[in-house]
């Protein structure tokens, strides 16, 4: 299934509006008015929306034609102008140096080869200008949950390579070789739900690639083994008071093109 397809099922958004302070909190730091700004694998626009509200000329892009529909009537219920794209990340339909700011919250990261993804990034970004990156550290509840999903799944290893995302040695070997200097800081995103059966539905039920792993792995029998598990790792990661809350960590990434 590609990447558009798969991105559309479910209801991403149901669980991802829950970490978009993490998106936000990129456009808070870096979009200005007038400079222009591209959200590479933008879902629901949480990034490329605050952008525009900060006065920014912004574009999403994302391969999933159910979540551009989303983030276009949430620009507009914004009253913001964003321009949206439907296509491939990783051969961005810009011309060289065309954005002062290229950003991906958790998106790139789905890249199938990160050298070559960060390449794309750097050549539409202009000289002087920032790209940031964020992705889930393996050792956060949601980078521990690919690897918990892979070892459930047939045949499993040709997965996207996230981790190399999520380390500030392993960014470092990813941007190796390209004119930027990096910045790369560990931040921590609280994600609340109102108890854990809620955190369980939205991922298993909403969240696209868990209803892909879902279906992979329901008729191999092993689903209710990997289910309880993922639900263990989110009650050993999280905390139950009145509600459920995940404090999730994530590298954020900061290079500046020379
Ligand atoms: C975890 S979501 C992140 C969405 C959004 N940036 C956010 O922070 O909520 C991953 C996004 O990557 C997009 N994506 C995955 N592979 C892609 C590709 N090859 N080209 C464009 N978008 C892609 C998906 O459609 C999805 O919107």
């Not at 929306?49 to 900060?54: D, G, L, S, T």
């Not at 790139?108 to 390449?119: D, G, H, L, N, S």
């Not at 792995?217 to 459920?244: I, K, M, N, Q």
Request: hydrophobic letters at 50%; a negative charge; proline letters at 6%.
């Amino acid at each position: 299934m590609d990447a558009g397809t798969l991105w559309s099922l479910g209801d991403y958004a149901a669980a991802g509006d829950r970490w978009a302070e993490a998106s936000t909190r990129i456009a808070e730091a870096y979009a200005t008015p007038d400079l222009a700004v591209l959200d590479v694998a933008c879902g629901p626009g949480s990034l490329a929306v605050a952008a525009a509200a900060a006065g920014a000329e912004v574009t999403g892009l994302d391969a999933a034609p159910a979540l551009l529909e989303l983030a276009r009537a949430r620009a507009d219920a914004a009253g913001v102008g964003v321009e949206w794209i439907e296509a491939d990340m990783t051969a961005l339909p810009f011309p060289d140096d065309a954005f002062d700011l290229v950003a991906s919250a958790f998106g790139c990261m789905f890249a199938p080869e990160p050298e070559a993804m960060a390449a794309e990034l750097a050549r539409v970004c202009r000289p002087g200008g920032r790209i940031a990156v964020l992705a889930w550290t393996s050792e956060s509840a949601f980078g521990a949950m690919g690897p918990l999903a892979a070892s459930y799944l047939p045949g499993a290893g040709g997965g996207a390579p996230v981790h190399r995302w999520a380390r500030a040695e392993s960014i470092r070997e990813v941007f190796a070789g390209l004119p930027v200097e990096l910045d790369a800081a560990v931040r921590t995103v609280d994600v609340v739900w109102s108890d854990l059966d809620q955190a369980m539905a939205e991922i298993t039920e909403g969240n696209p690639a868990w209803i892909g792993i879902r279906a992979t792995v329901e008729p191999t029998g092993r689903w209710p083994e990997l289910e309880s598990r993922l639900r263990r790792l989110l009650a050993d990661h999280g905390r139950a008071e009145d509600r459920f809350t995940l404090p999730v960590d994530y590298l954020e990434t900061v290079a500046t093109k020379a």
